[in-house]
């Protein structure tokens, strides 16, 4: 079950794709890590799903990732009189915190965090941006707005407040019982919606306590004012362009999306891009090529993953649309620019010893046509350290640790393995050469350069390299 690509994909559960049957289907297509929606389904369903994905270890013997995707705040409206009103550009309209049923006029918004960020001029955005607001009063109790534009506005609406920074967790109650819940299950990374600021990050940090890698979702424009500091506090970066586009004049979303994946790969830190990659695909057999090319418009910046949301949790081809992003990324990826692309990119390596090593491994892997680069790590780091360089040879990571192996299924370029602990260079130089053929990845004569960090154990003491040859 080796990829033959470097670029992961990472594919939605729901009612579309929740039996045995239909989840291993869609492994064998191509998903590197499976993704648990917790904003929909119970906690059985959801046991249920993991099980199934835990057994597929052991039916292909390879480690599968799996990520906890928590709702997050949801800011709405209340209830209307008959359930909905039409707004018309010009009106004046009301919001504020009194529950009684809204009308014409005025609308329940029973969130203080909101209107304690506003002020005369902001935006308010309703129903996913089709609703533009314009506040021209407020206080701390309402908020009195012009429509901007109008539209039919129903009970329960979402709120988007682009313009400011609210005071609001990132976990709610809900959250916190469903991060208990998955860490539980034993998850490997947890994606964390409506991070705003670097505490947002450190909140969860602390709950969490090393079970699981922390995937951000920059979904909000604040974000981008600490997105340095967001990602070095996190373990990954998920470029969520559905909120994110709602929020933002869809003509900047590029640019940001780009911004992102460069500042994770300077870091060295795994990103993944999600939302509507391949939407048509939920309904029909093949993707616009508009799609397609905004696939490997994201491969050909070295993302590390990318994502399917509605597409394999509801769409009605499910396991063709996963078949078709491995053929979009294996395309991409054998495309004579996209080594042109990853040389542009390549950063200078800091100067430590670590990255001095890393930066000699992919140099010397591509000078003797190494047959891949064989790292050593208990905690991934030096596996992560490698997959920043882009190497043009695969990367075989191999750790003694099952977390640490599944977690680094969403790595670019890695393929991991859970492998015998090594006391002694010796040994893990013969465990290699073993690996590498069980795996299919070497034959006789092939070479093969090997990094890891001594002491074994120590996090980032990356400080070995050797070339070494299959016998």
Not at 322 to 340: G, L, N
Request: charged share 25%.
């Amino acid at each position: 079950m080796r990829r033959h690509r470097n670029a992961k994909i990472i594919a939605t559960l729901g009612p579309a794709s929740s039996s045995k049957e239909a989840i291993t289907a869609l492994f064998e297509a191509g998903v590197d890590v499976f993704r648990l929606n917790f904003s929909h389904g119970d906690y059985s369903g959801h046991q249920e799903r993991f099980d199934i994905i835990r057994a597929l270890e052991t039916q292909f013997r390879r480690p599968v990732g799996i990520m906890l995707d928590l709702q997050g705040p949801k800011l709405r409206v209340g209830d209307f009189e008959g359930g909905m009103v039409v707004l018309k550009a010009g009106q004046s309209f009301r919001l504020d915190l009194d529950d009684t049923l809204g009308d014409i006029s005025r609308a329940p918004l029973l969130h203080p965090e909101i209107f304690k960020a506003l002020v005369a001029g902001t935006n308010l955005l309703l129903d996913d941006g089709k609703i533009r607001l314009k506040v021209t009063e407020c206080s701390s109790t309402f908020a009195q707005t012009e429509v901007m534009v109008g539209g039919t506005l129903s009970n329960h609406k979402g709120v988007n407040v682009p313009d400011a920074t609210l005071d609001v967790s990132p976990l709610t109650e809900k959250d916190h019982k469903d991060l208990l819940f998955g860490l539980q299950m034993g998850v490997d990374w947890v994606a964390l919606s409506f991070v705003q600021r670097p505490e947002d990050i450190a909140e969860a940090r602390k709950i969490i306590a090393g079970r699981a890698w922390i995937m951000a979702k920059l979904e909000k424009p604040q974000a981008m004012d600490h997105l340095h500091e967001i990602v070095e506090l996190a373990d990954g970066i998920m470029v969520a362009r559905g909120d994110l586009g709602v929020e933002c004049p869809p003509e900047i979303v590029p640019g940001l999306q780009k911004r992102m994946v460069r500042v994770c790969r300077e870091a060295g830190k795994p990103v993944v891009v999600a939302t509507q990659m391949l939407d048509s695909m939920v309904a029909v057999p093949t993707p616009t090529r508009a799609e397609a090319s905004d696939v490997a418009t994201a491969i050909f910046d070295g993302v590390d993953a990318v994502m399917l949301s509605a597409e394999t949790a509801v769409g009605e081809y499910a396991k063709e649309t996963v078949t078709m992003m491995d053929r979009i990324i294996k395309s991409a990826e054998q495309d004579p620019h996209y080594r042109r692309m990853m040389a542009v990119e390549q950063r200078e390596p800091d100067a430590t010893a670590a990255d001095a090593i890393t930066a000699a491994a992919r140099q010397v892997a591509q000078t003797i046509s190494a047959a891949c680069v064989v790292t050593f790590s208990t905690t991934g780091s030096t596996t992560l350290r490698l997959a920043r360089e882009r190497p043009s040879a695969p990367i075989l990571g191999l750790t003694p640790r099952s977390d640490t192996a599944r977690r680094l299924t969403l790595a670019w370029g890695v393929h991991s393995v859970k492998a015998t602990d090594c006391e002694r260079f010796r040994d893990m130089v013969v465990e290699a050469v073993r690996v590498v053929r069980d795996e299919e990845f070497a034959e006789t004569g092939d070479a093969l350069v090997i990094t890891a960090g001594v002491p074994f154990g120590t996090p980032g003491a990356t400080n070995i390299l050797r070339i070494a040859w299959v016998e």
